[in-house]
């Protein structure tokens, strides 16, 4: 199928590396985040998300970091798999709305 | 299924045709969202529903899309006349409602020739 990940940013890692997926946001009154991974032809996948009152949050071999003095968020991949090869998109909701606004995506590729 | 589902997968229209997309969320969930991703760009907001009350239309591009979601489950996003430039792929995806996670379904993808 065709790819999602046409003139995307790219990170490619090896697999078995620690991957960082970085993201600036652009609405300071946002107050919760997720990042989301998408495969070819398939719709977002849920990875993890975070609220403003914290900073950090882990989940299984992922973690976010918030860092609102700067307005920038990003995705740390613990031990790169093949699998994790994905387009990563970062979304907010702008602030007092429940809508997502989606950042451009880095297209994460895992070399064997 | 337990995820969100969309049909069709594929839908070819010719300029000028009428196309209709239906979502059905996950059970239980109140919230219902419409975006549409153009290919290698990220999701556009285009419409979200609580229940059945459409909340928030603002990204509806143009007087041309119309979404209903008359009994506050399945939703349908209709597209008349559809132009060209409607080719991509819609997105629907449903929460419990507030800052809770939004689930995605695998789209469908509209060619207009």
């Known amino acids: 199928g065709e790819s999602v990940g046409l003139h995307l940013p790219t990170l490619s890692v090896q697999e078995g590396d620690n991957s960082i997926i970085n993201c600036a946001y652009s609405n300071s009154a946002s107050d919760y985040f997720i990042w989301y991974k998408q495969e070819s032809g398939k719709g977002p996948q849920f990875i993890i998300d975070i609220r403003s009152n914290m900073d950090k949050r882990q989940g299984q071999r992922v973690t976010v970091l918030l860092n609102k003095t700067v307005k920038h968020l990003s995705l740390q991949i613990a031990a790169t798999q093949p699998g994790d090869s994905a387009v990563y998109f970062c979304a907010e909701n702008g602030g007092a709305t429940n809508k997502l606004i989606f950042g451009t995506g880095t297209l994460l590729a895992v070399q064997p | 299924g337990a995820g969100v589902s969309q049909s069709p997968r594929y839908k070819v229209a010719k300029r000028g045709q009428d196309v209709a997309l239906r979502c059905d969320p996950i059970?239980?969930?109140?919230?219902l969202f419409w975006y549409q991703q153009a290919l290698g760009q990220g999701p556009e907001f285009l419409t979200y529903f609580q229940n059945e009350a459409q909340l928030d239309k603002s990204g509806l591009p143009s007087d041309r899309f119309f979404a209903e979601r008359p009994e506050g489950s399945v939703s349908t996003l209709k597209i008349q006349r559809t132009q060209q430039e409607d080719s991509a792929v819609y997105l629907c995806a449903s929460s419990l409602g507030g800052r809770h996670e939004q689930y995605f379904g695998p789209g469908t993808r509209l060619t207009v020739t």
């Open positions: 059970s239980g969930h109140v919230s």
